[in-house]
């Protein structure tokens, strides 16, 4: 009994073992496609062909909605995704989730730090001069999406396949949806919507891989080798 009480409650990972290869192989497509999309559009001005196939599609699907697609872009503003990812990570501590917690406010932080950053020195402008790659907006609504499904996956727990598979779902849903709305109602090109959701997946997913690596390492350190163990629903103080 004074075991059971005294000893520390295991540490819940922010990504689960099993999904860390996949999610590894998700931030290595995701940097590679932004970096040949941030080569190909770097000093120029205007849209490409891409862009010209996908804005006459999108155009053709939405022009009856301009009005909600304008409310929609909202969600990806600073300031609502600086809400989210402190309410998310609020929500994550109240779960014991504390890594998971870091990663909300950090990976959309990074993120939203990084499409700012990146604008000037990429240097792709619209046609009136205002710089266009990455889309911070769908960026913004990527990395909270992104945070949502972790959560979710911490959660539920589900297999490697449907747990990485709920995770690239929600994104695209969330991220697609905000990428459709910008490029509706012509806030950017088709090709930066796709860059912003790039640099979310690589920086959100990339923060979580990062701090799971650092824990092992200091559990390594202080304590040697030592598999870490999925905590199991007895333990997390749930019963059926």
């Not at 999904?19 to 932004?34: E, I, K, M, N």
Request: proline fraction near 6%; glycine fraction near 12%; charged fraction near 10%.
């Amino acid at each position: 009994m004074l075991d059971r009480v005294t000893s520390p409650r295991p540490h819940i990972p922010a990504l689960a073992a099993s999904l860390r290869r996949p999610a590894l192989v998700l931030v290595v497509g995701a940097t590679v496609l932004f970096s040949v999309l941030a080569a190909h559009y770097a000093g120029r001005t205007g849209d490409g062909m891409v862009d010209g196939h996908a804005q006459t599609w999108v155009d053709a699907a939405t022009a009856p909605h301009l009005p909600a697609l304008r409310m929609l872009t909202q969600l990806g503003s600073p300031p609502l995704v600086v809400l989210a990812s402190f309410a998310l990570a609020g929500m994550c501590l109240a779960l014991r989730r504390r890594r998971l917690a870091v990663v909300a406010v950090v990976g959309p932080g990074l993120t939203g730090l990084a499409t700012t950053l990146l604008k000037p020195a990429i240097g792709r402008t619209t046609e009136f001069g205002g710089f266009a790659f990455p889309s911070g907006h769908t960026g913004g609504a990527t990395s909270i999406a992104l945070v949502l499904a972790l959560l979710l996956v911490s959660l539920v727990r589900p297999g490697r396949t449907t747990g990485i598979a709920l995770i690239v779902s929600i994104a695209l849903a969330v991220g697609g949806t905000i990428g459709v709305a910008l490029i509706g109602t012509d806030a950017h090109y088709p090709t930066d919507t796709v860059g912003g959701f790039c640099a979310a997946v690589a920086i959100v997913l990339g923060t979580a891989l990062l701090l799971e690596r650092g824990a092992v390492w200091v559990r390594t350190r202080n304590e040697g080798p030592a598999d870490e163990a999925e905590p199991s629903s007895s333990s997390l103080g749930i019963s059926g």
